[in-house]
C-alpha cells in the first residue's frame, strides 16, 4: 500500500489508523535500517501518537519557534524512530533522511532526540528527564508568558521508577499545571523483563491521584479512548495536571514479537521486517497536520522597579560571597526580566531569597527536590528564560545526570552551590560540597567560577547572565575581607596577581577562601624573607593559562596550589592540566587538597586538620625551596 496525502486539521479516526500503522511501519524501517534502535518502545506508542499529533497537538510545524505552540517531549528517549517518524508524517523529515540518516554519524537523527532538530525541545534518553524538563515549560507558560500552549510528554512505563517522574508530578501539583499533560505508554516491558507494575493500571492511578495529579486509564490502542482522554486531558482549565495512562502492547502489531519479553532495544532484521511491513498493511506516505495554535498574546509583564546597579563594597570589609551572591541577583532581576530563579528550599542560607522577595512572579521554589529544580531551570531556559538555580554545593551532586543531559540540551543555566568545602565547618561531612568543582569541570561546555571576595562575586553574577552553556559559581558561607574595590574588572578565564613582584621565589595559588589563606601564608613567608606570589584562579574553568605560566616561570617552576575541595578533578587539576597543554611542566608542584574525610570542627580547626591553612602553605613553600 501506497497512499499520500495532507491533511491541516481533524483527521477521522479511520486516517488516524492508518496513520498508527504507518509510524509503526516506519520505526521498523528505520531501526532496520540503522541496524539499532527501539522499534518495539515506539510501536507501542504509535497509536497514541497519531491521534495526538493529528487532533490535538497546536503546532505550527513551519515554525517550530512560534510562540503559541504547544510542547511535545519524549521522556521516553528511546522511542526516537517513532519520534521521527512522527517528524516524516507532518512533513519535516524525508524518507530519505528517516532511512540513511538514524543513527549514522554526523546526521542529526541520534540514537535519542536532540535539539540538534528544531522541533526538539530538550535532549532525552536518560529516563525520568523529560518530565521534570516539562515542568519547567510548563511553568513558563503558565506564570511567566501566560500563553495557552499545553506541554505533552510522553513517558515509558519503566522510568515510572524514577524518583525524579514523580519530583516532577509533586511540583506540577503543587504550581497547579493543568497545562502539562503526561501520557504514559504503559507496555509491561522494560528492556530485561516486566515491569515493577506490569499492567496494574488501578495501581499507577492511585500513586499519580496521590501526587495530586489527575489520572484518566485507557486502553492506549482504542483510538476513540484515547481520543476522548487526549481531548479531557488538554483542557487547561483545570488547577491539576493530567496523567493519561494508556494500557498498550510492546510490538503492538506484529505478531511474532508483540509482548515478547527478549525484544527490547534490538531491530527487526531484514526479513522479518519484511513481514512486520506486510503483516502492518505495507509502507504508506502520509502527510498528516493537526491543528495550529491561535496567534500568542502579547506578554503583559508586571512593571519593573528603578533599575539597579551592581551592589558595591569597600576593601577591607568582611562580607560572604553568599551574601554579594545574593545583593548581585536581586540587582540584575531588576535590570533583565528573564532572569527567573529557583531554590532548593534553602534561599535564605544561598540567599536567593533577596530575590524571592523582590521578585516573587520570578521565583520558583522546588523544595528539597534538587533534580526537579535543574530540570524546571532547564526548560525555563528553553522557553526563553536565564535561570540561576541556587542549594548547597553538596547536594547540586544529586542532580549531577539533570546537569549533563542540559549540557547536551545545549542549555544556558547559571547553577549556584553555597557552603562548599569544609569551610562550612560544624555542620559536618553531609553538607560538605568537596566534590563540586570535579563534576562541573567535567561538563561539557561549561564555566565555572569561584570568587574570593563580594566585588569578584558581584562581577560573575553579571558576567553569568550572558554566558553561554551551564555555568557555576561557588559560594562561600562564612564572611571574609573584600579584596578588590567596585568596578575591578574580571573576565571570564582571567585570574588575579592579588600580590606579586619580579623576584618571586614561589607562588601560592588558590581560589575562593583558601586565596584568603594563601595572603596569610605569603606575610608569614615575608617576615622569613620569602618573597610568595598569591594568584587568584577565580576562573577555574576557562584557567588563565597565561598567568599560571608567567609565575612558574617566573619562580622556577615552584608552586603551591590550595583548594577547599577533593584532590581529584579541581583546582589543582585545573592548573596541572593547563600547564601541561601549555607544554610547561613545574618541576616543584604542592598539591594541598582535602584528603582525609572531614568531621564536625571550627573552620580554622578543619582547615589545620586538611592541611590547607596558612601555616601548611608556607611550610610547602619552605619545603619547595629547600629543593631548590
Excluded at 506540577?172 to 528492556?191: C, E, F, K, S
Excluded at 538555580?389 to 549556584?416: Q, Y
Aim: some cysteine; overall charge negative; charged content about 20%.
Amino acid at each position: 500500500m501506497t497512499t499520500t496525502s495532507t491533511v491541516t486539521a481533524g483527521a477521522d479516526l479511520d486516517t488516524v489508523a492508518d496513520l498508527a500503522a504507518q509510524l509503526r511501519v516506519d520505526s521498523i524501517r528505520a531501526s532496520t535500517s540503522a541496524g539499532s534502535g527501539h522499534p518495539t518502545s515506539s510501536m507501542s506508542a504509535a497509536d497514541l501518537l497519531a491521534v495526538l499529533i493529528t487532533r490535538h497537538l497546536r503546532y505550527d510545524w513551519d515554525d517550530p519557534r512560534a510562540a503559541g505552540n504547544d510542547h511535545l517531549i519524549f521522556s521516553k528517549g528511546h522511542a526516537s524512530p517513532l519520534l521521527y517518524a512522527v517528524f516524516k508524517a507532518v512533513g519535516v523529515v524525508s524518507e530519505e533522511e528517516l532511512l540513511t540518516g538514524y543513527r549514522r554519524f554526523g546526521q542529526r537523527l541520534q540514537g535519542h532526540p536532540t535539539p540538534a532538530l528544531p522541533w526538539v525541545d530538550v535532549a532525552t534518553g536518560s529516563l525520568g528527564q523529560g518530565l521534570p524538563d516539562g515542568v519547567g515549560v510548563a511553568l513558563a507558560g503558565r506564570y511567566l508568558d501566560r500563553y495557552p500552549y499545553r506541554v505533552w510528554v510522553l513517558c515509558g512505563d519503566s522510568e515510572m521508577s524514577e524518583g525524579s517522574i514523580w519530583e516532577a508530578l509533586d511540583k506540577a501539583a503543587h504550581y497547579r499545571l493543568a497545562n502539562l499533560v503526561t501520557i504514559v505508554d504503559v507496555n509491561r516491558l522494560g528492556q530485561r523483563g516486566p515491569t515493577e507494575l506490569g499492567w496494574d493500571l488501578d495501581a499507577y492511578a492511585r500513586r499519580v491521584e496521590a501526587f495530586g495529579a489527575r489520572a484518566i486509564v485507557v486502553d492506549g490502542h482504542d483510538l476513540a479512548a484515547v481520543d476522548s482522554a487526549l481531548a479531557t486531558a488538554g483542557d487547561p482549565t483545570g488547577d491539576r495536571p493530567t496523567v493519561v495512562l494508556a494500557r498498550t502492547v510492546k510490538g503492538y502489531g506484529f505478531g511474532e514479537i508483540a509482548d515478547r519479553p527478549d525484544w527490547h532495544g534490538k531491530q527487526l532484521p531484514p526479513d522479518q521486517a519484511d513481514r512486520a511491513v506486510a503483516e502492518l498493511g505495507g509502507v504508506r506516505n502520509l502527510v498528516l497536520r493537526g491543528p495550529v495554535p491561535a496567534a500568542a498574546p502579547e506578554i503583559r509583564r508586571p512593571a519593573l522597579p528603578a533599575p539597579a546597579q551592581p551592589p558595591r563594597y569597600t576593601v577591607g570589609e568582611k562580607v560572604a560571597t553568599r551574601n554579594a551572591y545574593g545583593d548581585a541577583l536581586k540587582a540584575l532581576g531588576s535590570r533583565d526580566q528573564r532572569v527567573v530563579a529557583l531554590d532548593g528550599e534553602v534561599s535564605d542560607s544561598t540567599r536567593a531569597h533577596k530575590f524571592a522577595e523582590a521578585y516573587p512572579d520570578r521565583f520558583f521554589e522546588m523544595f528539597i527536590a534538587e533534580q526537579q529544580m535543574v530540570a524546571a531551570a532547564t526548560g525555563l531556559a528553553v522557553s526563553g528564560y536565564r535561570p540561576f538555580a541556587s542549594t548547597f554545593a553538596a547536594f547540586l551532586t544529586r542532580a549531577h545526570d539533570f546537569i549533563r543531559m542540559g549540557a547536551i540540551s545545549g542549555v544556558d543555566l547559571c547553577l549556584v552551590g553555597s557552603h562548599a568545602g569544609i569551610e562550612v565547618g560544624a555542620d559536618g561531612p553531609s553538607q560538605m560540597g568537596l566534590e563540586d568543582l570535579a563534576m562541573l569541570r567535567a561538563t561539557h561546555g561549561s564555566t565555572v567560577l569561584y570568587p574570593s571576595d563580594a566585588t569578584g562575586t558581584v562581577a560573575l553574577v553579571e558576567a553569568m547572565a550572558t554566558l553561554p552553556g551551564i555555568s557555576y559559581l561557588r559560594t562561600t558561607r562564612g564572611a571574609y575581607p573584600v579584596l578588590y574595590p567596585p568596578g575591578e574588572m574580571f573576565p571570564i578565564g582571567g585570574a588575579k596577581v592579588v600580590r606579586g613582584s619580579d623576584r618571586d621565589e614561589v607562588a601560592l595559588i588558590g581560589a575562593g577562601v583558601t586565596v584568603h589563606e594563601c595572603l596569610r601564608a605569603a606575610d608569614v613567608l615575608g617576615e622569613q624573607g620569602v618573597r610568595a606570589r598569591v594568584i587568584d584562579c577565580y576562573s577555574v574553568k576557562p584557567i588563565d593559562t597565561a598567568t599560571l605560566v608567567d609565575a612558574a616561570t617566573a619562580t622556577g617552576g615552584r608552586l603551591v596550589i590550595v583548594e577547599d575541595h577533593r584532590p581529584e578533578g579541581g583546582l589543582g587539576s585545573a592548573v596541572t592540566d593547563a600547564l601541561l597543554a601549555a607544554g610547561a611542566s613545574p618541576p616543584h608542584v604542592a598539591h594541598l587538597a582535602v584528603r582525609g574525610m572531614p568531621g564536625s570542627g571550627k573552620t580554622a580547626e578543619l582547615f589545620a586538620w586538611a592541611g590547607i591553612d596558612a601555616d601548611h602553605i608556607a611550610a610547602a613553600a619552605r619545603t619547595l625551596l629547600r629543593g631548590r
